[in-house]
C-alpha cells in the first residue's frame, strides 16, 4: 500500500534546513534562486535532468504543498516510500540514536516491560556519553551536570520503527554553517560543538567497548577499559549496553548522523550479544568502585584520630551512610579543623564535611576537605 | 427538474469548466487543490516537475459592474488573506463574471458551444492587511481578463519566480 502524507501539520513539521540538508545529501545540486523565497536544485537521474524548487523559509503560505510535492518527487526520484522519506526528513536536522531489539514479533511489538527498559536505558547509554563528552570520567551520577542535564532535556523520543522493535532517539545537532577543510575526515572532536560532540563520543565509546571486550577475551584484564575511559567509556556506558543486551537478548545500536551536518560515514553501528552483558557489568562495578564521587557532603561520628608526633594536621576517622550502608571514611584535616574535631569526638558531636569520595582498595577516603562544620544540637 | 448543485454551487463549477478550458486550449495541466487548502481551488501546470505551476481561487458572480475600468467583488476575509502573503507558487483570484439569467449561462448546439460572459482574473500578493471581519471589497481591473494569452503570460512569470 502506497501512503501518501497529506495531514499539513505533519508536513510544515519539516524544516527548510531538513529539507536542504536531505536533498544536498541526495545529490541535488543549487542552480540559482526562485523569487524571494525559493532556491531552485537540480539532478542528473539517468538521462534526464530533473529540477526540484526547495523553500528557504517556512512563512510561505503554500509550504505544506511544497513539501508535500518534494516527499513526492523524492520518493519517485529515490524509488522508496514516501513514509520512509517523510521520516528521513523529520531526522534530517538529528543525529539519530537507535536501539534494536532483535526479538520484536510480527506486528513489531515486544513485551511492555522490555520496551520501557529499552528506551530508559538507550536514554542512559546517551546520557553517559553526554558526561564523558563534558568530561572523561569513569563514572557519573546522572543528572548532577547542568550542561547535560541541558541537552537531555532537548533530545526527542521518535518514533519506533517497523521491522523489529527500535527505539530513535533524536538527538539535536547546529547544521554545518562552513564547508569543512576535508570532506572525507572526521573534523577534530573539540572544534564540533558540544552536541555533536556527545553523539561522537556515543558512537567512539560504543566501538572502544567493543573493542575493550575483545582485549578481554584474549585475556587482557580491566585496563583495556581504562584505557578508553578518555574515547566515552564509562560505568553507565557499560551499564546501559549490558542492560539491553541482557534483557533483549542482544542490542543493534546505530547513530545515523544529520544531513544538515554531514560527516564522512553516513552511519555509525555496533552489536552487542546477551553474552556480552555480564563482563560489561563487571567492568561498571570496578569503575564504581574506584571512581571519586565529587563535591559530596558527609555527616557521621568519628571514632578514630591520629596526628603523628608533632605534625599540626592529622586524620580523623568517622562512620557515615554511603549507598545507605554504614561505612569507615578517613580524612587528613589541618590542624584548625583537625583540633575542631577532636574537640568534637570529645563532646560526642557529629560532624559535617564536604570533600570528594575517594574508594581505594576496601577503604574510603575524603580528598579535598572543606567546610567542615559541628552541627549544635537542638535544645 | 432534479439538480444536486445550489445556485452558487453551479456558478462555482462553471467557473472551475472556464478556467479548466482555457488551460486545455492553453496546453496546460489542471490539479486539485493540495493540503494546505488556503483558499485555492486548483493548481495549473505546465509541463514542469514543480514549476512553472499557478494556484487558482475560483469565483462567480452575476453582479459584475464595471465603473472606470475596474469593478469591486466581495471577497472573503479568509480568501483576501490567503492569497496576499507570499507562496513558492504564485497565486491569483479568477472572477467569472455571469449573466444574470441563468439560462444565458451556456448553451450548446450542434455546431457551438457557448459560455457568455468571461473570467477577469487578479493578483492580491502584498496586500494590506484588513481589520474587517467578513468581507474585503477587492477592485479589480476589467482588463485583466483570464484568457489564453494572459494565462501564458502569467505562466511565464511563475517560471521565472516573478510576482504576478
Known sequence: ?379 | MDALLSQNDRMEALSRAYVSAIAAHAGYTVGNAQPDRDSVDIILNAGGVMRPAIGVQLKATTTVSVVSGEFSFPLPVKNYNDLRVPTQSPRILVVLALPGNDDEWLTHRIDKLIMKRCAYWKSLFGMPETNNIRTVSVNVDAAQIFDVAALVSLMQKSRNGESL
Not at chain 1, 76 to 100: C, F, K, Q, S
Not at chain 1, 135 to 162: F, N
Not at chain 1, 163 to 174: C, D, I, N, R
Not at chain 1, 356 to 370: A, F, K, S
Request: charged fraction near 25%.
Open chain 1, 1 to 379: 500500500m502506497k501512503a501518501i502524507i497529506s495531514d499539513p501539520l505533519a508536513l510544515r513539521a519539516i524544516t527548510p534546513l531538513a529539507l536542504r540538508g536531505y536533498a544536498e545529501f541526495e545529490g541535488w545540486r543549487q542552480i540559482e534562486p526562485y523569487g524571494t523565497t525559493s532556491e531552485i536544485y537540480n539532478r542528473r537521474i539517468g538521462d534526464r535532468f530533473v529540477e526540484i524548487i526547495l523553500p528557504v523559509t517556512d512563512q510561505i503560505g503554500d509550504y505544506s504543498s511544497v513539501v508535500q510535492q518534494l516527499i513526492s518527487i523524492f520518493a519517485r526520484e529515490g524509488d522508496r516510500d514516501e513514509i520512509a522519506i517523510y521520516r528521513d526528513l523529520t531526522h534530517a536536522d538529528r543525529d539519530v540514536v537507535r536501539a534494536g531489539s532483535p526479538h520484536a514479533d510480527d506486528d513489531g511489538s515486544i513485551p511492555i516491560n522490555e520496551g520501557v527498559d529499552l528506551i530508559a536505558e538507550a536514554r542512559n547509554a546517551l546520557a553517559s556519553a553526554a558526561c564523558s563528552a563534558n568530561e572523561p570520567q569513569q563514572a557519573y551520577h546522572l543528572g548532577k551536570i547542568q550542561r547535560v542535564t541541558d541537552y537531555m532535556s532537548r533530545v526527542r523520543l521518535g518514533q519506533t520503527e517497523m521491522g523489529s522493535f527500535v527505539v530513535t532517539l533524536l538527538a539535536p545537532v547546529p547544521p554545518r554553517i562552513q564547508p569543512p577543510a576535508q570532506e572525507t575526515l572526521w573534523p577534530e572532536l573539540i572544534t564540533e560543538p558540544y552536541d555533536r560532540q556527545v553523539t561522537r563520543v556515543l558512537a567512539n565509546g560504543l566501538k572502544a567497548v567493543s573493542g575493550a571486550l575483545e582485549e578481554l577475551n584474549r585475556g587482557k584484564d580491566i585496563s583495556a577499559f581504562e584505557a578508553v575511559v578518555k574515547d566515552g567509556v564509562s560505568a553507565n556506558l557499560c551499564e546501559a549496553v549490558a542492560a539491553i543486551a541482557e534483557n533483549s537478548d542482544g542490542v543493534d545500536l546505530s547513530i545515523t548522523w544529520a544531513r544538515t551536518r554531514p560527516t564522512p560515514h553516513e552511519r555509525s553501528r555496533i552489536v552487542f550479544s546477551r553474552k556480552d552483558a555480564e563482563p560489561l557489568k563487571e567492568v561498571a562495578r570496578h569503575f564504581r568502585l574506584r571512581e571519586p564521587r565529587n563535591d559530596v557532603t558527609v555527616f557521621g561520628t568519628s571514632t578514630r584520630l591520629h596526628r603523628a608526633g608533632k605534625q599540626t594536621s592529622g586524620s580523623v576517622t568517622f562512620t557515615t551512610l554511603i549507598d545507605d550502608r554504614p561505612r569507615s571514611v578517613t580524612v587528613s584535616l589541618p590542624r584548625e579543623d583537625y583540633e575542631r574535631a577532636v574537640e568534637a569526638h570529645r563532646r560526642r558531636q557529629p560532624i559535617l564535611i564536604s570533600g570528594d569520595l575517594v574508594r581505594e582498595g576496601q577503604r574510603w577516603h575524603l580528598r579535598n576537605p572543606r567546610n567542615l562544620a559541628i552541627p549544635t544540637p537542638e535544645i
